[in-house]
């Protein structure tokens, strides 16, 4: 079967129900390791394509940012010429600059814009809903946009009329919900949640992240880990970058104190959302377990939680 793009994935994954999105998942999509269906373990072993998943550590942010991917085997293991790539950071507060590790550290951001525009994107757009502030505001005062538009790439302002209802096949909790259609129509998309405290989620990852794009966010905050794995299985990142360049240890989302930032000059790459999260919770000093999202990722076979299991290659610059 050929590689298909990422919209067209989507499309039939929705079309064929929660049993056909199982085999869709194994066979379909061209993601560069699609995660099995419901029940089924991914196989995390090493591939000629690079480690599973990268930590790089101890230098700046563009630099450990591009060694992490390269790790993994190279941004162009996930974008191909002509993709339309989306880019999927947490601007979280228009009154905060990145200092204070609300919000994801704008040269990680701008390192991905490059590496996708080298790699040969055709469009690279950048977006998010902020907790706090408008858009416009955030997206300035975070330093992403003056980021981002340096590395070419586009800022989108996210339009209420571009969410559709979808159905989510392999939902456990969530039937449906309201998502950005233009996240759904990328060919790529690429996840870029800052590591931080959260005192509803424990800890904001790439699954908590991903609620950017998806209305009526309160409502999800009802059995969270399970619907936010619900949603995951639908928005399927292509690849998931955790910036913790600057961890906020306490009083998130929005945090506002930089004596709970700890400066860690981190960044974890793998196309697995749910390898990514666990390695993330150890900074913390926590077992990957401590996250209800990750064990729930993991039962319905979106990635895997085990790293005693993974394929991890870490560098230190």
């Known amino acids: 079967m050929g590689c298909i793009t990422r919209r067209r994935f989507l499309e039939r994954m929705i079309a064929l129900g929660a049993a ?3 085999a869709a998942l194994v066979t379909g999509a061209c993601a560069p390791r699609p995660a099995p269906g419901v029940a089924a373990k991914p196989t995390p072993t090493p591939t000629p394509r690079g480690a599973y998943l990268a ?12 060694r992490a991917i390269q790790a993994i085997g190279g941004m162009g293991r996930f974008v191909k010429k002509g993709d339309d790539v989306i880019v999927k950071p947490n601007i979280c507060v228009a009154y905060h600059t990145f200092e204070y590790a609300a919000t994801t550290n704008p040269e990680v951001v701008a390192t991905l814009v490059k590496l996708c525009l080298e790699a040969g994107a055709r469009r690279l757009r950048v977006m ?4 706090g502030g408008t858009a416009q505001m955030a997206y300035e005062r975070s330093g992403i946009k003056a980021a981002v538009e340096a590395a070419g ?4 302002l996210m339009s209420p009329a571009k969410f559709v209802e979808v159905e989510i096949p392999l939902g456990q909790d969530l039937e449906k919900w309201y998502f950005y259609g233009p996240v759904l129509d990328a060919d ?10 959260h005192n509803l989620a424990r800890l904001t990852l790439g699954m908590k ?3 950017g794009v998806i209305l009526d966010r309160p409502s999800i905050h009802t059995n969270l880990g399970q619907r936010l794995a619900d949603l995951t299985s639908l928005l399927r990142p292509d690849l998931t970058v955790v910036d913790a360049v600057r961890v906020l240890t306490a009083h998130g989302p929005t945090g506002g104190n930089l004596d709970d930032v700890l400066k860690l000059d981190t960044v974890i790459a793998s196309h697995d959302i749910v390898a990514a999260g666990a390695y993330a919770t150890t900074l913390f000093s926590k077992e990957p377990s401590y996250l209800d ?3 729930a990722g993991a039962e319905m076979g979106l990635g895997e939680m085990e790293l005693g299991r993974l ?4 560098v230190t610059v």
Request: glycine content about 10%; charged content about 25%; proline content about 7%.
């Open 293 to 295: 999202s990750l064990t």
């Open 311 to 314: 394929d991890i290659e870490e």
């Open 55 to 66: 930590v790089a550590r101890g230098g700046e942010p563009e630099e450990i940012t591009r």
């Open 128 to 131: 998010d809903q902020p907790f």
């Open 188 to 197: 790529v998309l690429i996840n870029v949640p800052i590591a931080k405290h």
């Open 209 to 211: 992240n991903l609620m």
């Open 153 to 156: 790439g586009q800022m989108e």
């Open 20 to 22: 056909g999105a199982s």
